[in-house]
Structures are given as structure tokens and as C-alpha cells.
């Protein structure tokens, strides 16, 4: 499960930033401070709360819990950080990664790039630059931080059951240069290693594959309800109808069986390192 898809771009200037904006500017004025006086109290730069008002830029957890308290508020700046948070991602994984986060289990198979929730900083950095159309240093920055916040489903306090298998050509390949890769190998290891997941590597000598149509994943709700999703060029969907996510289900089962085993996986990823 990613949120790279080439065919639908973040929404800026719509949307829920924009009431966002509307709101936060409302109450600034309310307060009688400029915005460079503002930025001071926040801690934010005065072009930076432009952006913020503008609903250009979308303003992190912090400085909307800090604007609220500044400008007296009373929560109606607070009530909307859920809403502004789900904006950091391009629409099409929106729904996505609001079930993701709140999964008791995800089961994800990778066939081209790390999965997002595995990524460094560097390797996700590396990822969004390579992407063409390019992408302009402020969106990649704001890509770059949208999936390391999801990467809090490992801190969880109720922890979610996670697999993963990724093909070993997508371990192979140096995105973003040697050292970028480095970091990123040791990173899976540590993942490895957590009791909660398990991480297994499709070997490229395998000619039993069930994954060949593309990646995907499974999402287990904690009302039960199973769904999958599906992401490809120009095109991503939910299924949550009984028949597809059970496709889905028996490839996945298969791809686990193809698969190196987690132990395997986690040794041959030490050779990997190795060679690095």
C-alpha cells in the first residue's frame, strides 16, 4: 500500500485546507496580530502562515494545537486537525490510509518499490525525486513527511499484525544511490525483528508466483471487516466486496508460501547488507 500513484496529485488550494485557512486567518484577525507577530508566538515564519492561510501548505499536528491556544480558539482549530492531516495525502489514498492506521491487521505484497511504511527518510526522499513527472522541493518535502507519520502505526499502543513480501529485485535495486540503500537494508532487519511482523523476500528464481498481476493490500478493520486495496499507474481502489478481497486473500496465501520464510528473508537481507 503506497501513496505514489503518478495519476493523482496532491489537492492544494481546495478542499479542507482552505476552510482551514479561512478559519485560522479569521481568528488571527480576531486577535489583532499580523501574521509576522503570529509566526513569532508559533514559532513559524509570516510567508509560512500565508501558506497556511492560503491553503497552499498543509500546517503539521504541532502548529495547529499551538494556533489554537495562541488565538484563543476554544478548539474549533483543534476539531479540524484530523481532516487536515488526511489532506497530506494525494486524494486516491486518502480512505486508504485512514483504514491503514487504524488496522488490526495489514498484509502488503511489493513488487516495485519498499513499501512506504518501511521506507527511511533517505530511500522515501530518494523515491519522490526519481518521479516524473518531477515533483517541486516543497511537495516532495510535505510526500516525504506524510509517509513517515504513517510509519506510527509501529508505535501503536494495541499493536497491529503486519506482513509483508517484497520481490528480491525491489531489495536489488540502489534507489537513491549506495549508502540511501544501506540505511534502508538495516532498517528492514530492524523491522524484522519486531514481534509484530514479518517480512518475507519473493527470491527472483522463483517460477511459482501468484503476485504477478501487481501489489496490493489486505486490511483487517477491528470491526472485522476485510478489504483490500489495489494501486496501480493511474488507478487505485477498495474492495471490500466478500468475492474479490477472497482472490486477493488466496494470491496472498500462495505468495507467503512461495516466498523465503521470515527467518530466510531476514538472512538473506544480511547478505544483502554484505554486499552493499
Not at 508566538?41 to 489554537?68: M, N
Not at 491487521?105 to 527511511?120: F, R
Request: aromatic share 8%; net charge neutral; charged share 30%.
Amino acid at each position: 500500500m503506497d501513496d505514489q500513484s503518478p495519476g493523482a496529485e496532491h489537492e492544494v488550494g481546495s478542499g479542507i485546507l482552505v476552510v482551514f485557512g479561512r478559519q485560522l486567518k479569521g481568528f488571527r484577525v480576531w486577535a489583532g496580530l499580523e501574521r509576522p507577530e503570529f509566526g513569532k508566538l508559533t514559532g513559524y515564519s509570516a510567508s509560512t502562515i500565508a501558506a497556511y492561510e492560503q491553503g497552499v501548505r498543509i500546517p503539521p499536528p504541532k502548529f495547529i494545537d499551538k494556533a489554537d491556544e495562541v488565538l484563543g480558539a476554544r478548539g474549533i482549530l483543534k476539531e479540524m486537525k484530523e481532516e487536515v492531516a488526511r489532506a497530506q495525502y494525494p486524494a486516491f489514498f486518502r480512505d486508504a490510509a485512514r483504514l491503514e492506521a487504524e488496522a488490526v491487521e495489514l498484509h502488503v505484497y511489493d513488487n516495485q518499490v519498499i513499501n512506504g511504511l518501511l521506507q527511511t527518510e533517505e530511500y522515501a526522499r530518494a523515491v519522490f525525486a526519481i518521479r516524473r513527472p518531477l515533483l517541486d522541493e516543497a511537495t516532495i518535502d510535505q510526500r516525504v513527511g506524510a509517509r513517515l507519520d504513517r510509519q506510527k502505526i509501529f508505535d501503536r499502543r494495541a499493536l497491529p499484525t503486519i506482513s509483508f513480501v517484497t520481490e528480491e529485485s525491489v531489495l536489488r535495486r540502489p534507489v537513491g544511490g549506495r549508502s540511501v540503500m544501506r540505511g534502508q537494508l538495516e532498517q528492514l532487519l530492524l523491522h524484522g525483528h519486531r514481534r509484530n511482523v514479518e517480512i518475507q523476500v519473493m527470491p527472483t528464481a522463483q517460477g511459482e508466483h501468484a503476485g504477478l498481476a501487481g501489489p496490493f493490500t489486505l486490511i483487517e478493520t477491528k470491526e472485522g471487516r476485510r478489504i483490500a486495496y489495489v494501486e496501480a499507474h493511474k488507478d487505485s481502489r477498495l474492495y471490500s466486496e466478500r468475492k474479490s478481497v477472497r482472490e486477493l486473500e488466496e494470491q496472498y496465501g500462495l505468495l507467503r508460501a512461495q516466498a523465503l520464510t521470515p527467518r530466510e528473508s531476514l538472512t538473506f537481507v544480511e547478505k544483502l547488507l554484505g554486499e552493499t
